[in-house]
């Protein structure tokens, strides 16, 4: 199951590693896991692939905890899907997000 760690700047710039992410193996769970304490995922749309619903990911990404995202990847294929991480600063709530890649067949 490949994880993705996020960490978030004083200043809101957001890191994921590894990026892009890279999955092998078909019907994969990514994690995405929030080590900034003073940031938090959203409870909806905090990990988004830009052209999901398809047959790669075929659900939305889940909130399990205000630190934690599980996203289903069927993995048939090798192509590269861009995604949107967002979070959230808990001190003000303001939100940030970022734009890496998952690439599929490796």
Known sequence: MPTVTVTVSATGRITCTPDPVPVSGADQTISFVL??????????????????????????AQTEATQLVTLFDANTDNLTYNYTVRVVRKADEEGFELDPSIENGK
Do not use: W
């Open 35 to 60: 080590e900034t304490t003073t940031y938090r995922f959203p409870t909806s749309n905090a990990v988004v692939v830009k052209t999901a619903p398809n047959a790669q990911f075929p659900h939305p």
